[in-house]
Every structure is written in C-alpha cells, then in structure tokens.
C-alpha cells in the first residue's frame, strides 16, 4: 500500500443527483481518485486496473463557498459541423432550421446530421456551484487486488514520482482532482521528509461501514448513470496519520464485474 499526498487550491467534487444547485462532497469519492491516479501515470483506459482499492484521507478543513459559473447540458440538437470542419450551431425552430438546410443544399453538402453541442445556446446556463478551498490529502492506493499485476497500479505511480523514470509518462492536459479546471498544485508519495513534516490538526479517514450515511461512487457511469457504482461508508475522524485496513478501503469495481 501507498499514499499519495496532493493539495488542491480549489475544486469541486459534485454529488451524483446535484442539478441545478451543484452541490460538493467534503471529500472525492474513490471514483474521482482513481480517476486522478490513472491521469498521474498517464492511463486513459478506466479498466486497466480494476480492483484496486482507493481511499482519500482528509488533512485540512476546506472552506465552501459558492459560484456563479457556466453549466454544460444536453437540451437539444443544435450543432452540426459541414464537410469543410466548420461548425454550425443551428436553431432549433422550424423556419431557421428550414432556412440553414436550404443553405447546405445550396453548398451542394449532404442533408445535416445534427448533434448536441455542449456549452451551445441552450445547452448551457448559468448555475450556483459550491467551491472548496485549500484541500490538503493523502489518497491510499492497494493494489494487492489489482486485475494488471503484471505492472499494478502502486508500481506505475511510483514510478510516476521517481525522477529516474517519470521523464517515461506520457499524458495530455493539465493534472486536476474532480473537474479539468480544479489542477493540483502538489502531488508527492507519502514518507520520508514529507512523513516528518505534516501536522495536520485534525485527520479524517473514509472507511467502509455497511451502518455510515456517507454514500460515493466507486465508478460512475457518464452515460445515463445506470451504472454507476456506490459503496456506502463513513468519514471517521483519526488520531495519526497511518494507513487504513484493507478490508475498509472502497474497491474500484464496475457493473459488469460485480
């Protein structure tokens, strides 16, 4: 087992049934941290390592407030991109949809096959967002159950953070926790100086309780929701920092395995 320590100076971890008032956990779910984990080592296939098990442990006490920011939804088809790769978002009522189609005839172009445009007309608005600042934790990582033991998910984090060989990792886009906006600022492994330093003032640990009423995601479906994933657990608070029982961290494990 390791222990990834990583502050965040701002992020948003959404529950799963927030809608218009975009609500956030104290603490990303195991889903979130799985996923940032892979994002560290560089993975983009989720089921690489399935199995493993994942549990944040919370060091600081984050403030909440709260935003006014730009929200992306699915409302309607009004975006087409023409065989040139420009891109048209197009009304949805029938005279400026009649009007565009007689244009894209005109062009000699095949009928348009619209889709949904994220962040297009009516598929954004403008939502409250509930934000947390100076997030301070330590993410525990045990790949003992890990479906790729022939390189787990333990192995290729450390080597993300070994000078020697993290020049190795290839990624894409900035290293956030939660939204691709919310970037971390420190990512190390938990031990050494870094064991001697940290004083947290009040440590809490999520753990597996079948009696807890904190509820999260240990994968999520991004399609529908149908099959998301959630174990049900409770944020205790600790003593010292150490790491937890296996048997109470959150096991990464999708609909199709269970």
């Known amino acids: 087992m390791i222990g990834v320590y990583v502050t965040v100076p701002a992020a948003c971890f959404r529950k799963g049934l927030a809608r218009e008032y975009l609500e956030t956990e104290i603490i990303p779910p195991p889903a979130t941290c ?51 790769g420009q891109v048209h978002i197009v009304s949805r009522t ?16 095949p009928k348009p096959n619209y889709s949904y445009g994220l962040g297009c007309g009516s598929n954004s608005c403008p939502d409250y967002q509930q934000i947390l ?32 060989t993290r020049n190795g990792i290839k990624r894409f886009g900035g290293l956030s926790l939660g939204e691709s906006t919310h970037l971390v600022d420190q990512v190390s492994l938990y031990g050494g100086k870094l064991k001697e330093c940290l004083r947290p003032s009040k440590i809490r640990l999520y753990k597996l309780n ?15 929701s149908a099959g998301t994933v959630h174990v049900v657990g409770e944020l ?23």
């Open 34 to 84: 799985y996923g940032f984990l892979l994002s560290l080592v560089g993975e983009t296939n989720r089921l690489k390592h399935m199995g493993v098990r994942v549990t944040p442990m919370l060091l600081s006490e984050p403030e909440c407030s709260v935003v006014l920011r730009k929200r992306w939804r699915v409302k309607e088809d009004n975006y087409w991109v023409d065989p040139n």
């Open 94 to 109: 029938k005279k400026a949809r009649e009007k565009f189609e007689i244009w894209v005839r005109d062009q000699g172009w």
């Open 133 to 164: 600042t100076g997030i301070e934790l330590i993410i525990w990582l045990d790949s003992s159950e890990d479906a790729n033991q022939d390189n787990p998910l333990e192995k290729r984090v450390q080597e993300a953070q070994d000078p020697l």
């Open 210 to 224: 079948d009696q807890g009423l904190l509820g999260l995601p240990v994968w999520v479906d991004h399609v529908g």
């Open 236 to 258: 205790v608070e600790i003593d010292a920092i150490q790491p937890p029982e296996i048997a109470e961290m959150p096991q990464i494990v999708s609909s199709r395995t269970m």
